[in-house]
T-cell receptor
Framework: DAGVIQSPRHEVTEMGQEVTLRCKPISGHNSLFWYRQTMMRGLELLIYFNNNVPIDDSGMPEDRFSAKMPNASFSTLKIQPSEPRDSAVYFC??????????FGPGTRLTVL | DQQVKQNSPSLSVQEGRISILNCDYTNSMFDYFLWYKKYPAEGPTFLISISSIKDKNEDGRFTVFLNKSAKHLSLHIVPSQPGDSAVYFCAASKAGTASKLTFGTGTRLQVTL
């Protein structure tokens, strides 16, 4: 099993540009999570999906952030327009059980 | 409002000794707790968990203790090994929202030779 796949691994962009992060969950997992990691706040849950349906997006910081899961094997997190304070590592995780989540390697986003 | 707190950002322990990582939580609705380990440039990986109906869970060198009255849990690693050097995250979930985990800010453990 390839595990959770995220792309790109690194993204450097300029303020105001649109950024799209991608995630492929583990096959058979029915829950998908997007997290953001920063030094100050640690790992924050942004949004999670169950059976492709968004269940809780209360962690999405602003309207500039949006997430979609068009099918069971793909999800995107989009930031438009991006700002320097969005610089962080973004993780995607998936789960087939109540609690244990399997994380991808993360995307390190730098907004200049 | 940090509902899960890891007040020690870093910890240094000598190889072979015990490492104790602490975690406090404020929400009494949390009923399941997990520890994740993270190496640089990798995603967190699940280490060990404990349900609120227990006060201890052991897996090899790793033991998690839960004190519900104090809203405190700890992870003990005995003996500590250099490969244990990583960032450790504590996480918690509430009954009825089993999929949603609330993470602490992490503790960086360094095991020295």
């Amino acid at each position: 099993d390839a595990g959770v796949i995220q792309s790109p691994r690194h993204e450097v962009t300029e303020m105001g540009q649109e950024v799209t992060l991608r995630c492929k969950p583990i096959s058979g997992h029915n829950s998908l999570f997007w997290y953001r990691q920063t030094m100050m706040r640690g790992l924050e849950l942004l949004i999670y999906f169950n059976n492709n349906v968004p269940i809780d997006d209360s962690g999405m910081p602003e309207d500039r952030f949006s997430a979609k899961m068009p099918n069971a094997s793909f999800s995107t997190l989009k930031i438009q327009p991006s700002e320097p304070r969005d610089s962080a590592v973004y993780f995607c995780a998936s789960s087939d059980s109540y609690n244990e989540q399997f994380f991808g390697p993360g995307t390190r986003l730098t907004v200049l | 409002d940090q509902q899960v707190k890891q007040n020690s950002p870093s910890l240094s322990v000598q190889e072979g000794r015990i490492s104790i990582l602490n975690c406090d939580y404020t929400n009494s609705m949390f009923d399941y707790f997990l520890w994740y380990k993270k190496y640089p440039a990798e995603g967190p990986t699940f280490l060990i968990s404990i349900s609120s109906i227990k006060d201890k869970n052991e897996d090899g060198r790793f033991t998690v203790f839960l004190n519900k009255s104090a809203k405190h849990l700890s992870l003990h690693i005995v003996p500590s090994q250099p490969g244990d050097s990583a960032v450790y995250f504590c996480a918690a979930s509430k009954a009825g929202t089993a999929s949603k985990l609330t993470f602490g800010t992490g503790t960086r453990l360094q095991v020295t030779l």
